[in-house]
């Protein structure tokens, strides 16, 4: 036996012996009465889906053309700010949110995106990664087309190789200060 186990032993031998007068707490069972604010978790849930649906109803399939047949991928909304779009290309934005979009429908991407915009919006985040995968190349050929369209959307450009390459795309979005 070596002196730390002796220790040991009195520190058991005087905790119980402090113990020895207590008694154990009985549980009781309080209930509290609801308070009822659903109404306004309610019409805050709603507003939120109307914000979601408001940034995802820019994006349409009609008039589709072929804007973005070159590789890689690049999109400037003003050609005055065209240092932010060499700044895109040369990698020097590291994303702060990431959307991935591998296995959605062109319906879920969409509302998936206007989310995306909305929260970046909400939590002040300019610069947003979206991966849409390699796949059958549909969700490819339309994400540009559809952040192309957004008004809040500044720049995009294909991602560099550390963030998926030509299977993703880093955004550069409008925040409201």
Aim: aromatic residues 12%.
């Amino acid at each position: 036996m070596n002196k730390n186990s002796r220790y040991t032993i009195d520190k058991n031998i005087l905790f119980r012996q402090w113990l020895n007068d207590t008694r154990e707490i009985v549980q009781d069972t309080i209930f509290h009465s609801r308070i009822h604010k659903q109404n306004d978790k309610h019409i805050i849930f709603k507003r939120n889906i109307f914000e979601q649906d408001a940034h995802s109803h820019y994006f349409s399939n009609r008039n589709k053309k072929d804007f973005f047949k070159d590789n890689p991928v690049s999109y400037i909304r003003n050609k005055n700010s065209f240092n932010i779009l060499q700044n895109l290309k040369n990698g020097k934005y590291n994303p702060d949110i990431f959307l991935d979009l591998h296995g959605l429908t062109q319906y879920q991407a969409q509302k998936a995106l206007g989310e995306l915009i909305t929260t970046c919006q909400k939590e002040k985040i300019f610069c947003a990664h979206v991966m849409h995968g390699h796949g059958k190349h549909i969700l490819k050929k339309q994400i540009p087309f559809w952040l192309s369209q957004h008004p809040d959307v500044i720049a995009f450009h294909q991602a560099p190789k550390v963030f998926g390459s030509d299977a993703a795309i880093i955004v550069i979005i409008e925040i409201s200060v």
